[in-house]
């Protein structure tokens, strides 16, 4: 049976009453090739921001030894087509007054601008183009390739990205969230030979079904979708759903260490296996409030580890959304590794409480709050708007996403909490992987 919700989303109308998370009302429309479009007006004057969200990440990278492609496009996508060249493209941009970048995590690539509205047809034509005519000669894509694996030398010369790549790689064995969105050391050595494997991947994935455009701004939903079907509606469908490996449950706590040639400060992630977002929202609602319970600057763990004790100068993680099951992270340095045992037990120690106490419910309250009112505080802007629904449209293509979840923090008990706990803090689904300097042998 179709909800009221889903037919009013049909027919694009407005929608968005005043005592939601979401305060703007908005247009949602599908083209007939998939691609969706999210029109959100708002009363700041002249500016429009632009999101193409695309959801293809390094989850969808399943061949093997064919990983870091969605991050090769967020690169390749700024090579340009024949009717806009990157210097014809940077100029129409830099006409709009616009700041462009991109980005890719797991789960979703997003290509973003803010401009001037005068200069929004121009830049919706500019996009579509090379969306759907992007083009690349073997020499562009080598060299880009390359590009790529300077970026990963120079992140992995960073022992915070050493210590992911370690977490992911012991905490999973089938999945693609095995590997970081940078990919295997070894895939990203041989891209520059992939150049036509990477023809392929642009045609299986970059596809309207997969891309929502979020514009956000001095609009008129109108105005926008005449401009939005002219450019975007001839983009033909054709994605390729990827077969996906399930993770097999995971039996007995993992753990692995990273030696560092170099001095540095010690590090440890402590990672269990929690569930999907959009399989399991109200667990993920719970997650996000025991993690601003246990890891907040206000909770007990992080006073007791930075301004008590001082072994640690960094201490934060929590919960993030994810399409398949992930993981809850928690991310601590410390000054000394002699402290990495008493640390460990603090963090599991803390974690472990949540499943045998009850959360006090006036704090609980406090933390409901300060999430509620500091997430609001933060759409001050058409920008803001956009980039705060970037990541749940790729996973579930509405804004009313944003609200469910708000809508489920304030429904969740401290027995909720001390359920979820229960579910997701067990010893079988733990990976712990530390990094220390490996002093040389005398």
Excluded at 139 to 144: D, I, L
Excluded at 289 to 316: C, F, M
Excluded at 335 to 358: M, W, Y
Aim: charged share 20%; aromatic share 12%; net charge neutral.
């Amino acid at each position: 049976m179709r909800t009221l919700l889903t037919l009013l989303l049909a027919a694009g109308a407005y929608a968005a009453p005043p005592s939601k998370i979401f305060p703007y009302g908005y247009d949602l429309y599908d083209l007939p090739n998939g691609l969706r479009l999210l029109t959100i007006p708002t009363d700041f004057p002249n500016i429009v921001s632009l999101y193409t969200v695309v959801s293809v990440g390094s989850r969808h990278e399943v061949e093997p030894g064919k990983s870091g492609f969605a991050h090769f496009f967020e690169h390749c996508m700024f090579r340009g087509t024949k009717r806009f060249p990157p210097q014809k493209w940077e100029a129409v941009m830099k006409a709009a007054g616009a700041a462009t970048n991109a980005y890719t995590s797991d789960d979703l690539t997003v290509y973003h601008a803010t401009f001037d509205k005068s200069g929004l047809e121009s830049i919706l034509d500019l996009e579509a183009d090379r969306f759907q005519n992007l083009e690349y000669s073997e020499s562009a894509f080598r060299t880009e390739a390359l590009a790529v694996n300077g970026e990963y030398n120079k992140n992995s010369s960073e022992p915070a990205q050493q210590l992911i790549e370690k977490l992911r790689a012991t905490a999973f064995d089938r999945h693609t969230y095995r590997h970081t969105t940078m990919g295997f050391l070894a895939d990203i050595k041989d891209m520059p030979n992939q150049f036509a494997y990477s023809k392929q991947f642009f045609d299986r994935f970059y596809r309207p079904e997969n891309v929502t455009l979020v514009l956000a701004g001095d609009l008129d939903p109108k105005q926008v979708r005449t401009m939005v079907e002219k450019y975007w509606g001839p983009w033909k469908k054709g994605a390729v759903a990827p077969q996906i490996p399930v993770e097999p449950p995971q039996t007995a706590e993992r753990k692995a260490h990273v030696p560092w040639p170099t001095p540095t400060l010690p590090w440890m992630m402590i990672g269990y296996k929690v569930p999907a977002f959009a399989e399991n929202m109200r667990d993920a609602a719970a997650l996000d409030l025991i993690a601003s319970l246990a890891l907040g600057r206000n909770s007990p763990l992080y006073k007791k580890l930075l301004l008590e004790d001082q072994t640690n100068d960094v201490l934060q993680g929590g919960y993030e959304n994810h399409a398949d099951p992930f993981l809850f992270l928690v991310y601590a340095r410390l000054k000394k590794e002699t402290d990495l045992p008493a640390v460990q037990d603090a963090i599991i120690s803390t974690l472990n409480g949540f499943k045998d106490n009850l959360v006090d419910a006036q704090r609980l309250e406090a933390v409901k709050s300060n999430l509620r009112y500091s997430f609001a505080l933060g759409l001050d802007n058409s920008e803001a708007i956009a980039a705060n629904l970037a990541g749940f449209i790729a996973l579930t293509r509405t804004p009313e996403t944003l609200n469910q979840v708000y809508d489920l923090y304030a429904s969740l008990t401290p027995e909720d909490l001390r359920a979820v706990a229960r579910k997701y803090f067990v010893a079988s689904g733990r990976t712990i992987v530390t990094l220390t300097h490996q002093k040389e042998a005398k």
